[in-house]
């Protein structure tokens, strides 16, 4: 049973995108759109050319963001704030994820790539941000994206997280990499419900059961 893994845990961390609500809801699309849009007026490129670029840094640097600062200097700041001007509307409330994760003992907290009033932004469509303790965005960490240890080490050095008393729960299986290696207890969130990496602990394609069976 999932339960006797985790009964040592007091710090709970939950990535955002695609963990907390499922792919079928094309939230992120919309930011994949805005992220493209944001390269053909950038370098001058056509949409296609844009759209493999955007893949290709998300690929290689760990999001597109990181991409652009290395290969192009960018200023992030602006690049946030208008990639996550969407609609979030296509969200729908989820309740019985935020009862789920309340009944955690211990702290719950948010590390996303995105942004922090991205992560609020999602949070409150989804009507759950009242059980986090903390969110932490791509900006806690100098901009340095996730699967990068020195972010991790950034964001779980200003929290003060006990990771050798954590877990982590994310959709993108790189970042988990470095939790696992921190000491944490490690479950990817995936419609497959299938991983064969030696960092994933658990795999579930349903958070809310998932998390129901371990309290």
Known sequence: MPKLHFQHVTDWVFDLDHTLYPPENR????IETKMTDYIVALLG????SANALRNRYWTTYGTTLAGLMEEHNIDPDPFLWDVHQ??????????ALGAAIEALP?????YTNGTIPY????????????VFEAIYGVESAGYRPKPEKQAFDAVFGRDKTKTTTGAMFEDDVRNLAVPKDLGMRTVLVSPTAESSEPHVDFVTPDLTAFLRQIV
């Open 119 to 130: 992560a609020k932004d999602v949070l409150n469509a989804l009507g759950i941000e009242p």
């Open 27 to 30: 939230l992120f699309d919309q």
């Open 86 to 95: 969407i609609d979030f509307s296509v969200i729908d409330p989820n309740p």
């Open 106 to 110: 211990g702290r719950k907290i948010i």
């Open 45 to 48: 490129t056509d949409p296609a």
